[in-house]
């Protein structure tokens, strides 16, 4: 699903005119042993109006529905973005090139809020207990380093 899309399905469920300024992140809700993309059934986003967040889950295809956006105290250290090109199919791919694990236990999405940073991460946790970060925008590994 496409940012754009992630913003106005939100800002429907929200109600009135509302006009979200981007996603702040997106937090994978998996099935337990995850290995591929279809194991990742949906997501807990957190999209930021003005100085206010909202948080809600939206299920994968082929699952389907949508919980209600309700108001939360916007998390400190990461910062809205509006693109991304690698999505989370891509980014379990790029993590299965490494040895790490066969499996993930947790993949996020988000842009810290630091200096020097042009893109927002994917990060993922194997079943071995690394950590990979993805850049959602070069698709490069960004940690661990080689």
């Known amino acids: 699903m496409d940012i754009q899309t992630i913003l106005a399905d939100a800002s429907e469920k929200i109600g009135g005119d509302v006009r979200l300024e981007g996603l702040m992140s997106k937090i994978g809700r998996l099935?337990?042993?995850?290995?591929?993309?279809?194991?990742?059934?949906?997501?807990d986003y957190i999209v930021r109006m003005d100085q206010t967040c909202y948080k809600y889950y939206a299920a994968n295809p082929p699952?389907?529905?949508?919980?209600?956006?309700?108001?939360i105290i916007c998390p400190l250290g990461i910062?809205?973005?509006?693109?991304?090109?690698?999505?989370?199919?891509?980014?379990?791919?790029?993590?299965?090139?490494?040895?790490?694990?066969?499996?993930?236990?947790?993949?996020?999405?988000?842009?810290?809020?630091?200096?020097?940073?042009?893109?927002?991460?994917?990060?993922?946790?194997?079943?071995?207990?690394?950590?990979?970060?993805i850049g959602a925008n070069s698709g490069e590994i960004v940690y661990p380093t080689n």
């Not at 099935?31 to 997501?43: E, R, Y």
């Not at 699952?63 to 956006?69: C, H």
């Open 31 to 43: 099935k337990p042993c995850a290995s591929t993309a279809a194991d990742v059934l949906g997501f």
């Open 63 to 71: 699952l389907i529905g949508m919980t209600q956006p309700e108001p």
């Open 79 to 133: 910062q809205a973005f509006n693109e991304f090109k690698i999505n989370y199919k891509d980014a379990v791919d790029i993590f299965h090139k490494g040895d790490w694990g066969s499996e993930f236990t947790q993949i996020s999405l988000s842009m810290p809020l630091v200096p020097n940073v042009d893109e927002p991460y994917w990060h993922m946790r194997s079943n071995l207990g690394q950590t990979v970060v």
